[in-house]
């Protein structure tokens, strides 16, 4: 958690372990991205992530685990890091999960998907 906050505090770009080859990026039209939700927004490697690749045209498909804060304001985040993306309705998922996981996820992907 204090890793995380500090990450925030300081808008840190921490290096990606894995990368994709830009080859290999323009195959991709749609982005299931999941996260957590930290301190309110996006982790700092999903930022890194969108600055890193260019998302011009493709989809994201955004999802969030939180203990309470739903999205907080990482759609916006997302928004202005990707902002010729298209960004479609996202899930957020509490921390429990819940008994009807399957079936909201199964449900959400029905919704945005093309």
Same mark, same amino acid.
């Given at each position: ?15 990606? &372990?894995? &990368? ?59 928004? &202005? ?34």
């Amino acid at each position: 958690m204090d890793q995380a906050q500090n990450d925030q505090h300081k808008q840190a770009r921490p290096v990606l &372990k894995t &990368k994709i080859a830009r080859e290999k990026w323009a195959e991709y039209d749609t982005i299931i991205l999941g996260y957590p939700n930290w301190w309110a927004s996006i982790p700092m490697p999903i930022a890194t992530l969108l600055e890193s690749y260019d998302f011009t045209g493709k989809t994201i498909m955004p999802f969030c685990s939180h203990g309470g804060g739903r999205f907080g304001q990482s759609l916006t985040a997302i928004s &202005k890091l990707a902002p010729k993306a298209i960004l479609t309705e996202g899930l957020s998922v509490h921390y429990s999960g819940g008994s009807s996981l399957s079936k909201d996820v199964e449900k959400w992907l029905n919704k945005v998907k093309r």
